[in-house]
Antibody
Framework: EVQLVESGGGLVQPGRSLRLSCAAS????????MHWVRQAPGKGLEWVSG????????GYADSVKGRFTISRDNAKNSLYLQMNSLRAEDTALYYC????????????WGQGTLVTVSS | EIVLTQSPGTLSLSPGERATLSCRAS???????LAWYQQKPGQAPRLLIY???SRATGIPDRFSGSGSGTDFTLTISRLEPEDFAVYYC?????????????FGQGTKLEIK
């Protein structure tokens, strides 16, 4: 059974940093690209970042480019999101998600970790 | 960046009726890399359709996707009570700089 478990969320002041983690199990982690998607309270989904299986291809939404860094450790079956210079508008539930075999959509999602940016 | 615009924002229908949800892209979506997701309150999104028209594993055949280029549609042929939720379209894109994915703003399907 595929499982994605996010951790690392919490309350943080504007301008500070936070690192999210996603522990993956139930599939061959290093065969798949992985993504972070966030959802602000009461709002829609926003793609944040994606990373290919070997970290050779990475992308970011314009809203986080230059502040967030995605990475993965295939030996630990883990995905990470380093978030720097956090802003109030980064407040959201952050989901970790696995790409499909076809590479064009996300077939498994974690339950999310909540990040609240507030003074 | 490709912008996806979903319409209507809210759709009010009764169980047994047919639902038609629209997703329009600001520029052509290559190779029909368009997916649809369903999200219920307090739950993570669930993949329904990928490649514009292929149903994901375990998705009932009352869900169907169609379209190409800039206009895509999700159709639910006969609404069941469990279908009332929020639906999002998503496009897969890439650039020399890497991944460039976007979601639409969502359509809420509510019981009339």
């Amino acid at each position: 059974e595929v499982q994605l478990v996010e951790s690392g969320g919490g309350l943080v002041q504007p301008g500070r940093s936070l690192r999210l983690s996603c522990a993956a199990s139930g599939f061959t982690f290093d065969d798949y690209a992985m993504h972070w998607v966030r959802q602000a309270p009461g709002k829609g989904l926003e793609w944040v970042s994606g990373i290919s299986w070997n970290s050779g291809s990475i992308g970011y939404a314009d809203s986080v480019k230059g502040r967030f860094t995605i990475s993965r450790d295939n030996a630990k079956n883990s995905l990470y999101l380093q978030m720097n210079s956090l802003r109030a508008e980064d407040t959201a539930l952050y989901y970790c998600a696995k790409e499909t075999d076809y590479g064009d959509s996300l077939d498994y999602w974690g339950q999310g970790t909540l990040v609240t940016v507030s003074s | 960046e490709i912008v996806l615009t979903q319409s209507p924002g809210t759709l009010s229908l009764s169980p047994g009726e047919r639902a038609t949800l629209s997703c329009r892209a600001s520029q052509s979506v290559s190779s029909s890399y368009l997916a649809w997701y369903q999200q219920k309150p307090g739950q993570a999104p669930r993949l329904l359709i990928y490649g514009a028209s292929s149903r994901a594993t375990g998705i009932p055949d009352r869900f169907s996707g169609s379209g190409s280029g800039t206009d895509f549609t999700l159709t639910i042929s006969r609404l069941e009570p469990e279908d009332f939720a929020v639906y999002y379209c998503q496009q897969y894109g890439s650039s020399p700089g890497g991944f460039r994915w976007t979601f639409g703003q969502g359509t809420k399907l509510e019981i009339k």
